[in-house]
Nanobody
């Protein structure tokens, strides 16, 4: 059973930075595509960024140039560095893993950006 545990959320002022981490269980983390999604109040969950097993990345247009996704296979961890945060980045951020067509989600971590 895969477990994903997020950390690093919190309250930050607009223009500030946060780094989210997601630690995954399992010995084949390196084969998985990892991603971050977010859900703002009253809105649907949306893709923020993904990173494949080969290190290819993809970003939502709204975060390009501000957010960076990375992974450390030795630590079974994926990161999301968020810079120049805006109030519209507020939401619950979820870690996602796709491995052999199976999807796994973390519990989420709250990010609040004040104006």
């Amino acid at each position: 059973q895969v477990q994903l545990v997020e950390s690093g959320g919190g309250l930050v002022q607009a223009g500030g930075s946060l780094r989210l981490s997601c630690a995954a269980s399992g010995s084949i983390f390196r084969l998985a595509t990892m991603g971050w999604y977010r859900q703002a109040p009253g809105k649907q969950r949306e893709l923020v960024a993904t990173i494949t097993s080969g290190g290819n990345t993809n970003y939502a247009d709204s975060v390009k140039g501000r957010f960076t996704i990375s992974r450390d296979n030795a630590k079974n961890t994926v990161y999301l560095q968020m810079n120049s945060l805006k109030p519209e980045d507020t939401g619950v951020y979820y870690c996602h893993q796709r491995l052999f067509s199976n999807d796994h989600w973390g519990q989420g971590t709250q990010v609040t950006v004040s104006s």
